[in-house]
């Protein structure tokens, strides 16, 4: 089980006398590196998963195994190196690996590699799973104003999450008593957490009620978000009259007045 060769003497005696025949024995153990799973592990972010590394042969002094992340940011190594004795080489030695949160919603893979001196390296995937979930950052929740301008707050609309590629966030009103402006915002993954402002204006009406509305944004693949615009309306109602005086005289035939609202 070890990876050394073996050399001695082999005496053959007989009455004619003693003769010795040298012989080698050349091992055929290989010494090299076993990691498991050899395959890798999944992992969750911010979670840890334990690799197993140990020798496949008997060496002939102590081997010392450095373990490296390939991208210690996402993937990082608990433990450095292990060392192996000829008494223990074949116990396996756990390695854990700790995959880190960030602020995408990527799952990335990341090798792990187990080198020695004289040793083949092995190298090891890790696959991070993201559980991040891209979402809306929307505030405030509502707004308010009156007909005939703008709602007093206007909205900043961000994402939670950096995105893979450019997302495209629509703003629609359920009716015409708000108009979002603009009637959407794009992002990148370079500014998908800079907020991006939308004005809601309040178009005047003909009636004197104050109106409502809902305001949606959404864009493909997550979920929308909706915000409530409330409008007061500056119209009062008067009873108009025309016209609006009437000259006349005692006797006179009446004369028509018309009564509005």
Do not use: C, Y
């Not at 082999?10 to 006398?17: C, E, H, I, L, P």
């Not at 890798?40 to 010392?64: F, H, I, K, M, Y």
């Amino acid at each position: 089980d070890d990876a050394a060769a073996i050399a001695g003497d082999v005496a053959f005696t007989s009455s004619a006398g003693t003769v010795s025949v040298p012989i080698a024995v050349t091992d055929d153990d290989h010494l090299g590196l076993f990691v498991a799973p050899m395959a890798g592990v999944n992992v969750l972010e911010n979670t840890d998963a334990t690799l197993q590394v140990s020798l496949t042969a008997r060496p002939t002094g102590n081997v010392t195994v450095a373990v490296t992340s390939a991208n210690a940011a996402a993937v990082s190594v608990t433990t450095a190196s292990v060392a192996f004795t000829p008494a223990e080489w074949d116990t396996l030695k756990p390695v854990t690996v700790h995959a880190a949160t960030d602020g995408n919603t990527a799952s990335e893979r990341v090798d792990v590699t187990f080198a020695a001196n004289g040793l083949t390296a092995v190298v090891v995937p890790v696959t991070v799973t993201d559980d991040d979930v891209l979402n809306l950052a929307v505030t405030p929740a509502s707004v308010s104003g009156t007909e005939g301008g703008s709602a007093t707050s206007q909205l900043a609309v961000a994402l939670t999450q950096m995105p893979t590629g450019p997302v495209t966030v629509d703003v629609t009103a359920s009716n015409g008593h708000a108009v979002p402006v603009p009637a959407s915002v794009s992002f990148t993954t370079a500014d998908w957490a800079t907020p991006k402002a939308v004005r809601i204006d309040l178009p005047a009406d003909v009636d004197h009620a104050d109106s409502a509305a809902i305001v949606t944004l959404a864009a493909t693949g997550i979920t929308a978000q909706t915000v409530t615009v409330g409008a007061t309306d500056p119209d009062v109602q008067r009873i108009q009259a025309s016209p609006t005086s009437i000259p006349t005289t005692e006797g006179a035939a009446g004369v028509p007045i018309a009564i509005r609202l």
